[in-house]
């Protein structure tokens, strides 16, 4: 966690590059192959709940993640002419993640 005054450009642009412009290169080379194939498809990007509000420390991961989700709107948009969807998906059970699904949820949901 850094603060924004102790930010340097080189940690956000590493945040930016992976987060968002990497969701950004995967989609647009998955929507090529999909729209070559012809029979439509499913892009979904990985967001997060901080793409929902912000939390001190993390404005370059909140900022990527509010824009995976404007970016995944804009893909909605421009590749439903192609019979593809596009979701973006915020917290995903995994077995890293299956202590934070032991409440049934709850605890994820309230973050929202």
Do not use: C
């Amino acid at each position: 966690m850094l603060h924004l005054l102790h930010l340097g450009d080189e940690e956000w642009s590493r945040v930016v590059n992976i987060n968002l412009t990497g969701t950004f290169i995967g989609a647009r080379k998955a929507a090529k192959r999909m729209i070559e194939a012809g029979n439509g498809d499913v892009i979904i990007n990985l967001a997060s709940t901080a793409g929902y509000r912000a939390d001190e420390g993390l404005a370059p991961y909140v900022s990527t993640k509010h824009g995976v989700r404007g970016l995944t709107k804009s893909l909605v948009v421009e590749l439903g002419h192609y019979n593809i969807r596009v979701l973006a998906s915020t917290f995903i059970q995994t077995p890293g993640t299956a202590a934070a699904f032991s409440g049934g949820g709850a605890a994820q949901a309230g973050q929202i």
